[in-house]
């Protein structure tokens, strides 16, 4: 018996189709995660961001011929790399920094550019260091001034400390659990079109039929 030509077209399809899926989503995730940090690294990860959304949409649907599943692919890496950052921020700060006890000594609002009230919070260490927390660090109004507070320290030094009412390390499942929902939407999504995708000459000939 000869060699199943079409056992191998469809391994090498499904092998294929899972390398496209690890990579669009890793790249996403990775860049919003990225993304949280400040200085060049920051527009890296938008980059990622923007380029998975991109080539993943691209390659479902000008080369597998898949319209709908580019769509998918598109919007939901953007959403992604959008919930991924904060929530990879969080879980690795509190479960990886060091914990330090400090105190908030000034809070206030900013105005953004689309006219959005922004907190600020000005917080002071054991040590006398004092820095500026905006909301992305967890600075909303609950946070008064002369409130002890725990800050958790990037090990690395580059993000801002994030800060917490308590020096408990548990974080908020809805972040970890909408990013782990899209990350498996998006990576079925790109298996399933790479298993079922079409050449030109398949969609020409469909639509001759219609």
């Given at each position: 018996?000869?060699?199943?030509?079409?056992?191998?077209?469809?391994?090498?399809?499904?092998?294929?189709?899972?390398?496209?899926?690890?990579?669009?989503?890793?790249?996403?995730?990775?860049?919003?995660?990225?993304?949280?940090?400040?200085?060049?690294?920051?527009?890296?990860?938008?980059?990622?961001?923007?380029?998975?959304a991109g080539i993943g949409s691209?390659?479902?649907?000008?080369?597998?011929?898949?319209?709908?599943?580019?769509?998918?692919?598109?919007?939901?890496?953007?959403?992604?790399?959008?919930?991924?950052?904060?929530?990879?921020?969080?879980?690795?700060?509190?479960?990886?920094?060091?914990?330090?006890?400090?105190?908030?000594?000034?809070?206030?609002?900013?105005?953004?550019?689309?006219?959005?009230?922004?907190?600020?919070?000005?917080?002071?260490?054991?040590?006398?260091?004092?820095?500026?927390?905006?909301?992305?660090?967890?600075?909303?109004?609950?946070?008064?001034?002369?409130?002890?507070?725990?800050?958790?320290?990037?090990?690395?030094?580059?993000?801002?400390?994030?800060?917490?009412?308590?020096?408990?390390?548990?974080?908020?499942?809805?972040?970890?659990?909408?990013?782990?929902?899209?990350?498996?939407?998006?990576?079925?999504?790109?298996?399933?079109?790479?298993?079922?995708?079409?050449?030109?000459?398949?969609?020409?000939?469909?639509?001759r039929h219609r």
């Amino acid at each position: 018996m000869g060699p199943d030509k079409g056992g191998e077209r469809t391994a090498g399809r499904a092998g294929n189709s899972l390398c496209w899926a690890v990579a669009v989503t890793g790249a996403a995730t990775a860049g919003g995660f990225l993304a949280q940090y400040p200085y060049g690294l920051s527009f890296v990860g938008v980059l990622l961001v923007l380029a998975a959304a991109g080539i993943g949409s691209a390659v479902a649907g000008a080369f597998w011929n898949r319209a709908g599943a580019a769509t998918v692919i598109g919007f939901g890496s953007m959403a992604l790399g959008l919930f991924a950052g904060p929530s990879l921020s969080e879980v690795y700060t509190k479960q990886l920094g060091e914990r330090v006890p400090a105190v908030v000594v000034e809070t206030g609002e900013r105005t953004d550019s689309d006219g959005d009230g922004l907190a600020w919070c000005r917080v002071a260490d054991a040590s006398g260091r004092v820095r500026e927390l905006s909301q992305q660090q967890n600075c909303f109004g609950d946070f008064e001034e002369g409130r002890s507070v725990v800050l958790f320290e990037d090990p690395i030094g580059l993000l801002e400390p994030r800060m917490e009412a308590t020096g408990h390390r548990t974080v908020a499942l809805l972040g970890p659990a909408v990013s782990g929902g899209l990350l498996v939407l998006i990576g079925g999504t790109v298996f399933s079109a790479g298993l079922r995708r079409r050449s030109d000459a398949e969609v020409a000939e469909r639509r001759r039929h219609r």
